[in-house]
């Protein structure tokens, strides 16, 4: 069974920064083939995509967290970071880490993260 668990989120001054974390595992889940992405939810609005990482490294952000927000990987503990720096009040959140075989087709999903940023 595969499972992706979040860490990382919280309360944060505007300004601030966190790391989001999520840690993938399970037998059938081959991580470094997988495209990893972080999606978010805010309240009373549609989940959207915030970046994603391809097996190859290659990466995309959403233009509101561009410049910001970093994500990265480490196959070797089958992880997959989000940096978010200068954080908004706008970025409050639930934070999912999900993955897929290829961009835009992500069958994985996490429970989620909330981050708050207040200001």
């Known amino acids: 069974q595969v499972q992706l668990v979040e860490s990382g989120g919280g309360l944060v001054q505007a300004g601030g920064s966190l790391r989001l974390s999520c840690a993938a595992s399970?037998?059938?889940?081959?991580?470094?083939?997988?495209?990893m992405g972080w999606f978010r939810q805010a309240p009373g609005k549609q989940r959207e995509l915030v970046a994603y990482?391809?097996?190859?490294?290659?990466?995309n952000y959403a233009d509101s967290v561009k410049g910001r927000f970093t994500i990265s990987r480490d196959n070797a503990k089958n992880t997959v970071y989000l940096q978010m720096n200068s954080l908004k009040p706008e970025d409050t959140a639930v934070y999912y880490c999900?993955?897929?075989?290829?961009?835009?087709?992500?069958?994985?999903w996490g429970q989620g993260t909330q981050v708050t940023v207040s200001s």
């Open positions: 399970g037998r059938t889940f081959s991580f470094s083939n997988y495209v």
């Open positions: 999900a993955g897929g075989v290829r961009v835009g087709m992500y069958g994985y």
């Open positions: 990482i391809t097996s190859g490294g290659s990466t």
